[in-house]
């Protein structure tokens, strides 16, 4: 039982540490979001970045 109950806690581990894997490529594909390269806020419509006219 103890076997049991270890693995399967190590297999929920495993899923947890996939599920916080974030790859570039693969999180703009899924947002479709393009990011400010100052802040790191996502970039709505066409004009800059709010963070530009602030500093």
Avoid: N
């Avoid at 190590?10 to 899923?15: E, G, K, P, Q, T």
């Avoid at 693969?26 to 390269?37: D, M, Q």
């Amino acid at each position: 039982m103890i076997k049991v109950v270890t693995f399967f806690l190590i297999f929920i581990v495993v899923l947890a540490m996939f599920g916080r894997l974030r790859l570039p490529w693969r999180e703009e594909k899924r947002t479709g979001a393009k990011r400010c390269p100052d802040c790191g806020r996502p970039l709505i419509g066409k004009g800059p970045c709010a963070c530009r006219g602030s500093a």
